[in-house]
């Protein structure tokens, strides 16, 4: 088990209600953390319902769904950026 | 403000700027150079629906993910200079949200820096735009022509 930071942006961080929070976890991956936040509340598996809408960075540098997580201390979920 | 490259001026800020005087500031900061090409975002009344726009941003992420565009887009046309200034927090109709200016040799590259400059920041820079109406607010969403502005710089040289 590793402590890790994770960050909401946009209208994820508005489902679920934290701008982020430290989590205790195992996963390996990051499709792993989104299965085992989903599993621990209704408000995570609405807002994770469909990982194709959203999108992830590892310390600060995009990553896929399918990224190892470990070493890795910040995961910041949101969706597709609207900079400009 | 983050830029390990000494050819990028970048700012990240809640506060108005002036395009113009910085422009100008640009340019004097670059002699030597054929061409400064520059695009300013403005945010659009929507046919006066629009009352504010707010923008949020992932403040650890923003500067390293705008510098590593923007040095991509120094070597790729050999800039003299490139700068980007991206505001955020609530910004009224009318407001300048963001800029971006590039010095280079010749006008081509300029152009084309700043406009690979501009797909890249819309898609890849961590900022997203809440934009509020009389009926309430709405998250904008991501076009999927602005990720497929993307693709085109990989087919050039």
């Given at each position: 088990m590793t402590m890790i930071e994770i960050l909401y942006f946009a209208w994820l961080r508005e489902k679920i209600g934290l701008p982020g929070e430290r989590v205790e976890t195992s996963a390996q991956t990051v499709m792993q953390l989104i299965q085992e936040l989903s599993s621990r509340d209704d408000v995570y598996a609405l807002a994770f319902a469909d990982?194709?809408?959203?999108?992830?960075?590892?310390?600060?540098?995009?990553?896929?769904?399918?990224?190892?997580?470990?070493?890795?201390?910040?995961?910041?979920f949101f969706p597709p950026m609207t900079g400009g | 403000m983050f830029a390990a490259d000494s050819r990028l001026t970048l700012q990240i800020q809640q506060a108005a700027f002036d395009p113009g005087a910085t422009l100008n500031a640009f340019q004097a900061a670059h002699p030597g150079v054929g061409a400064v090409v520059s695009f300013t975002g403005i945010v659009?009344?929507?046919?006066?629906?629009?009352?504010?726009?707010?923008?949020e941003?992932?403040?650890?992420?923003?500067?390293?993910?705008?510098?590593?565009?923007?040095?991509?887009?120094?070597?790729?046309?050999?800039?003299?200079?490139?700068?980007?200034?991206?505001?955020?927090?609530?910004?009224?109709?009318?407001?300048?949200?963001?800029?971006?200016?590039?010095?280079?040799?010749?006008?081509?590259?300029?152009?084309?820096?700043?406009?690979?400059?501009?797909?890249?920041?819309?898609?890849r820079a961590p900022f997203w735009k809440k934009a509020f109406s009389a009926g309430g607010s709405e998250w904008v969403s991501a076009k999927a022509?602005?990720?497929?502005?993307?693709?085109?710089?990989s087919d050039l040289p």
């Open positions: 990982p194709g809408s959203l999108r992830v960075a590892l310390d600060q540098e995009l990553a896929e769904f399918t990224s190892p997580l470990s070493g890795v201390r910040e995961v910041a | 659009r009344d929507e046919g006066a629906t629009l009352t504010a726009l707010e923008i941003h992932y403040a650890a992420m923003t500067g390293p993910a705008i510098s590593a565009i923007a040095e991509q887009a120094i070597g790729r046309w050999q800039l003299a200079g490139a700068l980007v200034i991206h505001r955020y927090g609530r910004l009224l109709p009318g407001e300048t949200i963001m800029m971006v200016a590039t010095a280079a040799k010749h006008r081509a590259g300029a152009f084309a820096s700043a406009d690979f400059l501009m797909d890249y920041l819309k898609s022509e602005d990720e497929a502005a993307l693709h085109r710089w």
